[in-house]
């Protein structure tokens, strides 16, 4: 890393400063940028390992930092600013939108490697969630009707998805206005980073938490 920094620093302090700038860094964020951290993964993951105990995860479109560790005990949980759901409806949501994911990336045969992310309409991934929330709970379908699905544990969690980065909603053309059920979202690469059973663990434990997988984000 020392001779890099000294070849062409500009570029290492460039992907240094991004890499901690958000929880994710995507190729599209800036393609230059990100091949060049790509074609020097050994040399910024020893880095980031020996010097901090960060975990570098990259793939075909995304790069992550992870540390195990917080150091600074005053701020709590609470105080940091990070994405979670502690609401057991919205977190079977999140789950059940990594569930639905994964049925469309099988349907679609797709891959991380795809030049296109795979795009869904909301109404598609809320009749999917209205199912699998019948069969978690029978016998409830008042409680868990369809407009109580969308109202309770989609609708909440879809700005916190965008604003993090997990989804981007495609606007519809000025002149053609479409109902939320018709709204196109696109399912970013962060997606990928996430394994939906791993993250359902806690929640057959009796934790309501949902939080990122396998430590916190540095950003």
Known sequence: ??????QQPYRVQAVL???????????????????FLRRHQKEFATFFKEHFNWELVLDAKCARLYKPDWFNPRITPVN??????????????????LEFFE??????????EDAENLRFRFGDFLRFAYGRFTELFPGQAEAYSEEAVRAKALRPIMPQLEKYRFLERIDPPADEP????DTIFEALPALWHYNVHRLSRPMVE??????????????
């Open 1 to 6: 890393m020392t001779t890099l920094l000294q």
């Open 17 to 35: 400063n991004i890499l901690i700038e958000s929880p994710y860094f995507y190729k599209t964020d800036h393609e230059e940028h990100f091949f």
């Open 80 to 97: 940091r600013e990070m994405f979670n759901f502690t609401k057991r409806d919205e977190c079977i949501g999140f789950m059940l939108l």
């Open 103 to 112: 049925h469309r990336l099988e349907e679609e045969s797709a891959s991380v």
């Open 178 to 181: 479409v109902e939320y059920d």
């Open 206 to 219: 009796g934790e309501l938490r949902v939080t990122p997988v396998p430590a916190q984000p540095v950003a």
